[in-house]
């Protein structure tokens, strides 16, 4: 199953160099239904696409946004000129 979605891109705490983005709740509601043995830190493998970007990562619970959070590398960043405030359109599925 592949979820797409909108969503902004923000810096971790200010001042540091982790962009993430967050997945909405109903997505991530949809993670814990089908992954119900997570990793460590409660983290998901997943397949991403953002633009013509496509990698895998893992999504990583926060209880501060209370969903999942999506690291979103440099090199992604940088081939679909994205910075801090943009939207992105992210397509993600549960890696195999």
Sequence with gaps: MAWTFESEIYLWHAGESWHLLNVPEDVADDIDEQVPDKRGFGSVRVKVTIGSFEWQTSV??????????????????????????????VTLEIAQ
């Excluded at 209880?63 to 405030?85: M, N, S, W």
Aim: charge should be positive; avoid cysteine; glycine fraction near 4%.
């Design 60 to 89: 990583f619970p926060s209880k501060e946004q209370r969903t999942y959070v999506l690291p979103i590398k440099k090199a992604v960043r940088t081939a679909e000129d994205l910075a801090v405030g943009d939207r992105a359109q």
